[in-house]
């Protein structure tokens, strides 16, 4: 049996390969070829703290994965990370368990960082150039840093904004010793105004993006909402866009950026389609460089399958 | 963090503690201190395999524990268990994963063999003796071990019977190697006839033991009914009965031995109670050497969370 720390994990990580690997997945989910049953869930209302199980099998594949992924809210005031969470591959043939792979999260944020730059490449117009990217947490980072290498051959520019100037300075500096180069504002508006390309990572609770400010021709990937109660745009702008992408429709009708304009009637859910139809070609993209498109994604089993075969294709070839 | 393997696990074994520990869980979850969400699972048809996932917490537990065990039925033909799995101990106090569990089944079926000896203990007459075991799988032999270690101040005499003769002689044997005797018979019915106490463990899908056979003063543990479908006892047996008991009421009325009785409107729940209470006096167990007592035991989280405990803690004091 295979057992990987986080720190082995990293060194088998195959930017491109994993790319590759959860955009089939996404294709593999839409196309009704991932068994993902419903997401377990134990509540630690006492330690403000959470577990998420997730589970799934891809038709065909020889693993099934089995995520545990925790978040405690405490954690950093004693030095611990909120979330952390182990991955479990198991063989789809015989049940035995194959590999465990330690890492902490990590996966997790790689796999959402691939997602958005999936998403965000599959949609936004061939001159997109400039990107905003709202929050401060640890996604701001990965999605720019997932997006710069997913779209390397186009000069994106990147500007961050979050609440806290502290934080989003400490975005920044850990990027540019990257070598990547990240402007920053204090100004929410005026970046959402003059950007080709929106990404928000943040657990907003109350709207942050107002249609408005939105000019056509835009691109929106919204990571944040992946919970009841948690919204980032504002619901004008979802029901304004021309097209709605999920990665999974009954998540993002349920409890994603979709859900309030959905269930107060001013969005069908035929009017929304999922994002492994486009990267397929079943549904419709972007069709020209005006329209303004919303990609939600609240994260999907068949993303932490896909990763987690990737580091274990990398692990048995290494 | 601290990984077991399963010969390690075998070391750390300490069977009072064992005991001990499930009966307290036992306790805190007929008292509403565990809190147990609904057990995931996962089928994999072309394989004749699937997989739960069972989790939960006890109020107040340091740990909250992930049971993850697969069942592939074809594994026999390639010389694998059709068993296996893997426990996992997480902080309810931060979410971090504290300890890995390779026990591929065996705490699964050890704190079945231990639910099995506290309920038969908790609700046999004072005088019982003969105990008959029916079945030939792995749970016939634990049922055995635990039942003589756990009552081991009475003088039981076990006797076995099972479909198949041959599977039966290798149980008795395995058992007589451990010095425990096991006697063996090829008729179910005087067996059933002349015990004190029952302990059923197949995987039938139609009754196998009727209720003319069981005379006043018998007490009946039924193992096998843990998923729909299955049913050991004659449903005449389960109304007849004066005591039933489950280790969780919802299961055994929802798919274990007590559900036929009750969907057919033949026992109301309330003449159901559970182990918990009995254990903690909150119910009544069996009242005289006359009554009939079933425990129906379909497997509960509480019973994975205590023994992984009690592994845990010796592991600490080791």
């Known amino acids: 049996m295979i057992i990987l720390s986080r720190a082995e994990i990293e060194t088998l990580v195959d930017f491109d390969a994993g790319l590759h690997a959860v955009g089939q997945a996404y294709i593999a989910a839409s196309q009704g070829k991932a068994t993902i049953p419903p997401v377990g869930y134990i509540a630690f209302p006492q330690a403000d703290g959470d577990c998420h199980i997730k589970y799934g099998h891809i038709a065909g594949d020889p693993i099934f994965v089995v995520k545990i992924a925790s978040g405690f809210y405490r ?32 996966l997790t944020d790689l796999r959402t960082g691939l997602g958005g730059a999936i998403a965000t490449r ?10 905003a990217i709202i929050g401060s947490g640890i996604q701001a980072g990965i999605q720019i840093r997932c997006l710069h290498r997913a779209m390397k051959d186009r000069s994106l520019t990147f500007t961050l904004w979050a609440r806290s100037d502290a934080k989003v300075a400490v975005v920044a500096d850990a990027l540019a010793k990257e070598g990547i180069a990240v402007e920053t504002t204090g100004d929410l508006e005026s970046l959402c105004r003059s950007a080709d390309i929106i990404i928000t990572t943040t657990p907003a609770r109350e709207p942050l993006i107002l249609s408005d400010w939105i000019r056509s021709g835009t691109h929106i990937t919204a990571i944040g909402a992946d919970a009841p109660g948690k919204q980032e745009l504002e619901t004008q702008l979802v029901v304004r866009a021309d097209r709605r992408i999920s990665d999974r429709l009954e998540q993002s009708l349920a409890h994603g950026e979709f859900s309030t304009a959905f269930e107060a009637g001013l969005i069908a859910s035929e009017s929304c389609r999922e994002l492994g139809e486009v990267l397929d070609g079943t549904a419709k993209g972007r069709q020209n460089e005006h329209e303004i498109t919303v990609a939600d994604l609240t994260g999907i089993a068949a993303q932490d399958i896909a990763i987690t075969r990737a580091i274990l294709d990398a692990h048995r070839q290494a």
């Open 122 to 131: 599959a949609l936004c117009r061939p001159d997109a150039r400039r990107v």
């Open 75 to 106: 954690n950093p005031s004693i030095g611990l990370s909120t979330s952390s969470g182990v991955m479990l591959a198991l063989s789809a043939t015989t049940g035995q368990l194959e590999a465990i792979l330690l890492d902490e999260g990590f």
